[in-house]
């Protein structure tokens, strides 16, 4: 059978029992006859839990106040720590906004329309998940620094990618690309093309088609994406480092800022910033749960 | 669209010599056939006989490779769908599931920018017609099969289409309401009076609701004429096969009932 015939097929089938079959409920685990396996199985995890979690992220915050207050707030409100802050808030909205943008439209592709190589194009923008974060900043050096196949090109328009902040950016682009992509894609997958179509026969241009049908459908998922997008984003190390430069308050990150402090045996202030990325992973971890709870 | 006075014999709909293929899959194969200006046209054929394929040519949602399309005596082959005049009842209905049954309603009607009082006053009128009038503000997924078709029906008919195309309206629905539903939908669309074309692969549905039924079989056209025709003289042997099943079918259930 075609694979034209097949999505068809599947399409039907999924779109055949209406929002439920896309919403599915997670039924309650059914209570075991044996409670002693509940027990230590909760023991297990909670301790695992502390000891991989909770215990560093308690590590995090005493060391950050080990010296007082004062030189807690002194570390925060350095001048280059504030900066890294800038640089890293920076790349975060711009990768979201680009990958949001990317990922809205590479899914929709994706799953309304039927081409020679869509599986390929599919797999293409899992590479980043596949791909060690080191080597993408490496590759971003070679295409685009002095000896990069675009060196001399850009060296002519004098535009600087790699030691700056373009590169920054790029590097943390590069990085979360496929998450918004990864959680629109099945959702508008098992929407299937019925209403899109039914709308566009009563006239519909496109843009109402996707304000009115396809964005109410997608809008949780897509907010999803994006918080996950956000919280990859911010502690991007890997691939930034290397295209950096570690240019203090010019292209340090956060996480490259905390890095260097520490090497530095300045353990109080990497300790101070790290805190800062704590707190925003934190609020991060509320809006998922908030997201999670609504769509519900 | 236009109407016009025009002559018994005229066809509203015709189709001739159509091909299409999907991926070397020949899903019609020189079709041809007319239906006139308020007939109820049943295309009748098992699946991946093309059935729907020809379908969705009518409506604009697939490109035949060759062939022409007529619609009210001009070609449509390169007018978009909404500009055809038709409406279209998918068979999952496709009904907007974050739209409640009245906005369902009225969305043919806002795109083509009528004014508000005109909407309100034409999505209560077909509310009425559907019996529908104190459910406009539920959603789809609170709706039975029965009444979900009932509004995909609706939604199709708001802008006052000249052709009514429906796919399988009556698959997604269980057997007990089934019947019950074809005579409705009859009933419904002799008082509309809209010409209209189903697909369906159920011999009886088709020799029981239309009033002219085209069989299809591996993407061509085996007869057309009305179920008493295709029933009493049966052209070519796959009709004749189809038929006796049905006959059969019907033999069995009467026996069921009388023993």
Not at chain 1, 133 to 160: E, Q, R, S
Not at chain 1, 231 to 248: K, N, P, T
Not at chain 2, 37 to 43: D, E, F, M, N, W
Not at chain 2, 222 to 246: L, R, S, W, Y
Request: a neutral charge; aromatic letters at 10%.
């Amino acid at each position: 059978m075609s694979e034209k015939k097949k999505q068809r097929m599947y399409n039907q089938d999924v779109s055949g029992d209406g929002i439920h079959s896309i919403q599915k409920v997670i039924e309650p685990p059914r209570e075991s006859s044996r409670p002693v396996i509940k027990y230590m199985l909760i023991g297990v995890s909670v301790l695992f839990l502390f000891v991989m979690l909770i215990l560093p992220l308690i590590v995090v915050v005493v060391n950050a106040l080990g010296d007082g207050w004062a030189a807690y707030q002194e570390a925060v409100l350095d001048e280059y720590t504030v900066k890294a802050l800038m640089l890293t808030l920076l790349a975060t909205v711009t990768a979201v906004a680009v990958n949001t943008i990317f990922g809205i439209f590479s899914a929709y592709l994706l799953s309304k329309f039927y081409f020679r190589g869509r599986q390929v194009l599919a797999s293409l923008i899992d590479i980043p998940f596949s791909i060690s974060p080191v080597i993408a900043g490496l590759v971003f050096i070679l295409t685009f620094g002095n000896i990069g196949w675009m060196g001399d090109f850009l060296k002519a328009h004098d535009i600087k990618i790699v030691f700056a902040v373009p590169g920054v950016v790029l590097a943390t682009i590069f990085v979360t690309f496929p998450f918004v992509f990864r959680e629109l894609f099945p959702v508008l997958n098992a929407q299937g093309k019925d209403e899109e179509e039914a709308a566009a026969l009563m006239g519909a241009g496109g843009f109402t088609i996707f304000r009115r049908i396809t964005f109410p459908h997608i809008k949780w998922a897509l907010l999803y994406g994006v918080i996950l997008c956000t919280a990859r984003a911010m502690g991007e190390f890997g691939a930034v480092s290397v295209i950096s430069g570690h240019l203090r308050g010019k292209t340090n990150t956060l996480p490259l800022h905390v890095e260097i402090l520490y090497n530095e045996f300045n353990t109080t202030a990497a300790f101070a910033v790290s805190s800062i990325l704590v707190l925003l992973a934190v609020l991060i971890l509320i809006a998922r749960n908030l997201v999670e709870w609504k769509k519900k | 669209m236009e109407e016009k006075v025009i002559g018994e014999t005229t066809m509203y709909v015709e189709m001739r010599h159509i091909m299409k293929t999907f991926d070397g899959f020949q899903a019609s194969n020189d079709v041809s056939f007319g239906i006139e200006r308020g007939c109820l046209a049943a295309l009748l054929g098992p699946s991946g006989s093309g059935k729907t394929t020809i379908l969705r040519m009518i409506a604009g949602l697939d490109r035949p490779d060759s062939g022409d399309i007529l619609i009210n005596e001009a070609r449509v082959n390169e007018l978009p769908g909404s500009k055809r005049g038709i409406g279209f009842v998918f068979q999952n209905y496709a009904l907007f599931r974050y739209m409640t049954v009245a906005d369902n309603i009225a969305f043919g009607l806002e795109v083509q920018k009528k004014s508000k009082a005109e909407i309100k006053s034409r999505v209560e009128e077909l509310l009425e017609l559907i019996s529908m009038q104190d459910l406009g503000k539920r959603y789809p997924h609170q709706l039975s099969g029965g009444q979900r078709q009932r509004v995909a029906f609706a939604r199709a008919l708001a802008p006052n289409p000249q052709l009514l195309l429906l796919d399988e309206p009556f698959a997604a629905i269980d057997a007990k309401v089934r019947r019950e539903l074809r005579t409705w939908l009859r009933e419904m669309i002799e008082r509309v009076g809209v010409t209209s074309i189903f697909v369906t692969h159920d011999q009886e549905e088709a020799m029981e609701v239309a009033d002219l039924v085209i069989v299809t079989n591996q993407g061509r056209v085996e007869q057309m004429g009305t179920p008493d025709d295709i029933c009493m003289h049966p052209e070519t042997e796959f009709v004749a096969e189809f038929i006796d099943t049905v006959r059969f079918e019907a033999l069995r259930a009467v026996k069921g009932k009388t023993q």
